[in-house]
């Protein structure tokens, strides 16, 4: 069964920084998109970045771009998000999700795995 473990997170203060990991198992990990979103309590789930099958075509949101990087690597069948510079804003649990193509990335309904969930804290 597909599985995606999320981990990475924590309370870090802002301006600072956190590395999350996606690790997946269960499934052809090259064969699928990986996605990340957001959930702030009292908000709807976001996407906060996602990359294709082979790691070259990569999307941000903009509340994000120039301060996270996604890296996949196949071999390792893991996904990391790279967080600099986190903002309060950025607070949130952070899922991992998983989708073979075709699929809407833009679309959190078009995304069929997801991880249990890392919190991430950003707070001074």
């Known amino acids: 069964q597909p599985q995606l473990v999320e981990t990475g997170g924590g309370l870090v203060q802002p301006g600072g920084s956190l590395r999350l990991s996606c690790a997946g198992s269960g499934f052809a990990f090259d064969d699928y998109f990986i996605g990340w979103f957001r959930q702030a309590p009292g908000k709807e789930r976001e996407g906060v970045s996602w990359?294709?099958?082979?790691?070259?075509?990569?999307w941000y949101a903009g509340s994000v771009k120039g301060r996270f990087t996604i890296t996949k690597d196949n071999d390792q069948r893991t996904v990391s998000l790279q967080m600099d510079n986190l903002r309060p804003e950025d607070t949130g649990v952070y899922y991992c999700?998983?989708?073979?193509?075709?699929?809407?990335?833009?679309?959190?309904?078009?995304?069929?795995?997801w991880g249990q969930g890392t919190q991430v804290t950003v707070s001074s």
């Open positions: 990359i294709n099958t082979v790691g070259v075509v990569r």
């Open positions: 999700a998983a989708q073979a193509p075709p699929m809407r990335p833009s679309d959190p309904n078009s995304w069929a795995h």
